[in-house]
């Protein structure tokens, strides 16, 4: 079955306690991106990579590390998290970003106490 | 950087209705206009696009349209059923540019009442 798949789907940390939320889809998509929802401010691009080796900020990048050693695995890494970094983050991947259809992961609730 | 308005951010309408939701954009580069739900809980889905070259589209009781001159674009769905309940997001790229960044829209909910 084509799927993204996130993990954790929910994690609850504390503050500077580093984490990584794992991404990883298995339609050999070369384009993938990670977004945060907020209410009221719809999705937001944090990073995006185009292919192996290659990323680049997205609107809200600050605050989040990411890395493309395989194409089907795009992890999001928050060296320090901050309470300012609670939200519901996804993850999604297309053949291109420019006319395709983004796959959205199930999504990862994360609360930083 | 591209920037995507979208309203309204809430709209009610009766079952049978129908529901029209606007956006514009601010990068007349941008030629990629998809439109994706998400219903309560879950993970947004694509549900119509729009490229730069086609002024309108239609698939069933969904429609897009665009106006590249005024630079914004629309979803119009007829029959509403309140299985269409959900938040609606549109968004904006540049396919063939060296931004590649996706913008998207701040969400519209829509309620549909029995």
């Known amino acids: 079955e084509a799927q993204v798949t996130q993990n954790p789907r929910y994690l609850i940390t504390v503050t500077g306690k580093k984490l990584t939320v794992t991404c990883s889809q298995n339609?050999?998509?070369?384009?993938m991106s990670w977004y945060r929802q907020d209410p009221g401010l719809g999705l937001r691009q944090i990073y995006y990579s185009m292919n192996v080796e290659v990323t680049d900020k997205g609107d809200v990048p600050e605050g989040y590390k990411v890395s493309r050693k395989e194409k089907r695995n795009f992890p999001l890494i928050l060296e320090s998290p901050s309470p300012n970094q609670t939200s519901l983050y996804f993850c999604?991947?297309?053949?291109?970003?420019?006319?395709?259809?983004?796959?959205f992961g199930p999504g990862t609730r994360l609360t930083v106490l | 950087g591209e920037n995507v308005e979208q309203h309204p951010s809430t709209l009610s309408v009766q079952e049978g209705d129908s529901a029209v939701i606007k956006c514009t954009y601010s990068?007349?580069?941008?030629?990629?206009f998809p439109w994706y739900k998400q219903e309560l809980g879950k993970r947004p889905q694509l549900i119509i696009d729009?490229?730069?070259?086609?002024g309108e589209k239609k698939d069933q009781r969904i429609a897009v349209t665009l106006n590249k001159t005024a630079k914004h674009f629309s979803l119009h769905i007829t029959e509403t059923q309140p299985e269409d309940s959900a938040v609606y997001f549109c968004?904006?790229?540049?396919?063939?540019?060296?931004?590649?960044?996706?913008?998207f829209g701040k969400g519209t909910l829509l309620t549909v009442n029995p």
């Open positions: 999604a991947s297309s053949w291109s970003v420019g006319t395709d259809t983004q796959y």
């Open positions: 339609m050999n998509h070369e384009y």
């Open positions: 729009i490229r730069s070259n086609v």
């Open positions: 968004a904006a790229s540049n396919s063939g540019g060296s931004n590649y960044k996706l913008t």
């Open positions: 990068d007349s580069a941008s030629n990629y």
